[in-house]
């Protein structure tokens, strides 16, 4: 079958929610991925040794409790479950360890290890901000974006809402310097807007995501069986409405007519017809430059997606096949994400500097042991372990494949210098470099994990471009649904809901 009401370009989380509304509504529906299997960023694979599964780009998701497809598309049904670790997040400095947990009193308690006094405001700040963040923040990530002075005009009726604006005119960084006094308080903080939101911590006018952290509104969790089961779940969902994933066909072309999106061509040649709409979650760039063409676009439009930046950093990931879990000192064993090699400001400010420079000398090591809450992601007793390190696309001597073995055992050393049980443990080690990220999803240009930088002005009204940020295009019949629009990368299944929305409105459907 070569032809449909509807065809989805990508088949990630946010391509496959776009179809699934719409395979829902009705319609019907074809996801044309360029891999051999549905997911994108949803990738768990046995790439140390088989029966140990690895999640290869997002091992944790913090929105799963407010993403509506998760509901509407009955992901649980169809085999998802996440689970959400009680000591959320621990941070380790010298022989002390700064743990948040889902509970707020063994938080402070454990805050207040460092100051008393910042453990009374963490806890302030998060019982008057949690019903805001609840109630605006959180719907506002499945809203379409509204313009800067709907914005202001919504934000500045409330107490919080003007405290919001102030907020947003300073960086997380300042924020977390004006709150507190305890340099690991902060860090921990930072580095939650950093993984896995990619906010860091000097970009100017995002200081209220330091706010959301501390809310704790955003969970981290686990998908049992790993992210892919995520993945497998809406493909369940997508197929029980009538929808199909058409795998190993990279879109080459977006057919046009009379100014309309009429279908795609993929490599081999094949044409596949989409009579009401044809839906784009890939990157701005491949989408608009490669597959429509510039023909197609005024100046102004062509000049902005150029001008469109990606992310600021990519992501090494080192994953262990493990016998045993790693036994960390000090004690910060029953956190799921694990911080490490990077306890104040400063020093986060220093990493990123050198990143910045090409260099990856003192590395951040985020580290988890998913194992230790779900036992399906490796053999009976054995553990998987994963380290996600922040690093430069480029390299500013050699390339990723020529380091990437040394980058990876200096790192273990590293990580062993906190847990030094774990190389005595390793079974079976595999590195994914951004070169690596890139040639598995090639809409992750540059090792791009959030298909462009989350700064003010590439955020909300301003992602991709004004004229773009509505998931509309010039071109009729035409929609983006991924994360180069708002709400951005990560899972959270925003984009793809909202694009979604979008279209069934236009096309007068209801659910
Ligand atoms: C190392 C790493 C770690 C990460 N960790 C986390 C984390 O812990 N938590 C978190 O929330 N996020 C994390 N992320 C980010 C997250 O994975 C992405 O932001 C998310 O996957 C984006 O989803 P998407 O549906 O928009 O796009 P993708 O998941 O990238 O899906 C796009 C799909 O389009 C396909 N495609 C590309 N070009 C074509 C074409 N021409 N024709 C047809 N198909 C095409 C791709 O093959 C892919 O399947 C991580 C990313 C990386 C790289």
Request: glycine share 8%; net charge negative.
């Amino acid at each position: 079958m070569t032809e449909f009401d509807a065809i989805v370009i990508g088949a990630g989380h946010n391509g496959l929610i776009t179809a699934g509304y719409l395979a829902k509504a009705g319609m019907s529906v074809a996801v044309i991925e360029k891999r051999y299997e549905a997911g994108g960023g949803l990738c768990t694979e046995q790439i140390t040794l088989p029966g140990f599964l690895h999640n290869l780009h997002s091992y944790y998701h913090i929105l799963a409790d407010h993403m509506p497809a998760y509901k509407d598309l009955e992901l649980e049904k169809h085999g998802a479950r996440y689970i959400c670790p009680e000591t959320q997040a621990g941070l380790v400095s010298g022989d002390k360890a700064l743990k948040i947990y889902e509970n707020i009193d063994k938080t402070q308690k454990s805050i207040a290890k460092f100051s008393e006094k910042d453990a009374k405001t963490y806890r302030k700040v998060q019982e008057d901000y949690a019903e805001y963040m609840e109630t605006i923040i959180i719907p506002a990530i499945y809203s379409p974006p509204v313009t800067p002075s709907e914005r202001y005009a919504a934000l500045e009726g409330t107490p919080e809402g003007r405290t919001f604006l102030e907020l947003d005119r300073s960086s997380p960084l300042e924020v977390v310097d004006d709150l507190f006094e305890c340099e690991e308080l902060k860090a921990e903080i930072l580095h939650d807007l950093i993984y896995p939101r990619w906010v860091l911590p000097e970009y100017h006018g995002l200081g209220s995501m330091a706010i959301l952290s501390i809310s704790q509104v955003e969970r981290r969790q686990l998908v049992i069986g790993g992210s892919h089961t995520l993945a497998h779940a809406l493909w369940r969902s997508l197929k029980a409405s009538g929808g199909v994933v058409l795998a190993n066909r990279a879109v080459r072309k977006i057919l046009i007519k009379n100014g309309a999106a009429t279908g795609v061509e993929v490599a081999d040649g094949t044409k596949y017809i989409a009579k009401k709409v044809v839906a784009s979650s890939i990157d701005l760039k491949q989408t608009f430059l490669e597959l429509i063409g510039e023909e197609y676009l005024d100046e102004n439009l062509i000049q902005q997606i150029k001008n469109y930046k990606s992310d600021d950093f990519s992501i090494f990931t080192i994953h262990l096949a493990l016998n045993e879990p790693p036994k960390y000192i000090p004690d910060v064993n029953d956190a799921f994400h694990i911080i490490l090699n990077s306890e104040t400001p400063e020093k986060i400010i220093d990493q990123f500097l050198q990143i910045r420079k090409g260099k990856v000398k003192d590395p951040i090591l985020y580290c988890s042991t998913p194992t230790l809450w779900d036992k399906t992601q490796a053999l009976l007793s054995k553990h998987t372990a994963v380290a996600a390190i922040p690093v430069p696309y480029k390299l500013k001597k050699g390339s990723w494949d020529d380091y990437k073995e040394e980058f990876i055992e200096m790192c273990i050393e590293k990580w062993s210098e906190f847990a030094p049980n774990l190389e005595k443990n390793i079974l079976g080690k595999a590195g994914v470099s951004p070169l690596d990220i890139e040639r598995r999803l090639s809409n992750m240009v540059n090792g791009s994990a959030f298909m462009g930088r989350i700064t003010q002005d590439q955020m909300e009204f301003f992602r991709p471009t004004p004229e773009l940020s509505r998931y509309k295009t010039p071109i009729k019949k035409f929609y983006l649904c991924g994360s180069c629009c708002h709400p951005g990368g990560g899972i959270t299944g925003g984009p793809g809901y909202i694009a979604a929305m979008t279209i069934l409105e236009d096309l007068g459907v209801e659910l």
